[in-house]
């Protein structure tokens, strides 16, 4: 419910600008993430705006089963590259994954949201292991723009792409992406 009022803010007011909003409520903390983040999940919240409240204050049910949506689409995507990855282990991967108590408690119950970055992370994994890496560097830019703390993973990619010897100059365009 924390995230809720911000996103409901966001739709309800036309796309005004939450940040500043809620800045001036001085309620910094109300949604920690970047614009990319507050786009994903306000698609969920626009397309049903008509059978919603529209005071931003209010967060039923329906509000937090979207706001989810997002969520679950993630974690269908992580599965989908973890079972490409592991061909033959598609069974753990459901066991292991799907069905981990830690995984769901943060997802579903808590509602934190790190599975939309981490999901577009292992997108750029898929392709970067593809060696196809502008569609790679264009998904982690979508992962940094989703959430800032996935900036973690540049020294690991730094040492993987001069230890595939990428030329220095394709290192600094991809990095520019």
């Known amino acids: 419910k924390a995230f809720a009022p911000f996103v409901n803010y966001y739709v309800s007011s036309g796309f005004s600008n939450p940040y500043n909003f809620f800045y001036k ?9 970047p614009k990319l983040m507050l786009w994903i999940l ?30 679950i689409a993630a974690d269908v995507a992580i599965f989908i590259i ?6 033959n282990k ?34 750029f994994l898929y392709f970067l292991f593809k060696e196809k890496f502008y569609t790679a560097f264009v998904f982690l830019a979508l992962s940094l723009s989703a959430k800032t703390g996935m900036l973690v993973v540049m020294p690991f990619v730094l040492v993987y792409l001069i230890l595939k010897k990428v030329s220095v100059k394709k290192i600094i365009l991809l990095m520019l992406i």
């Open 25 to 33: 409520l001085d309620m910094l903390s109300a949604f920690p993430y």
């Open 42 to 71: 306000s698609v969920p919240r626009f397309i049903f705006s008509p059978l919603l409240s529209h005071d931003y204050q209010v967060v039923s049910l329906a509000h937090i089963f979207l706001y989810r949506l997002p969520i």
């Open 82 to 87: 973890l079972a490409r990855w592991l061909k």
């Open 90 to 123: 598609q069974e753990k991967v459901l066991k292991y994954y799907w069905c981990s108590p830690v995984l769901f408690y943060i997802s579903y119950i808590h509602g934190e949201l790190d599975a939309i970055p981490i999901m577009l992370l292992f997108v």
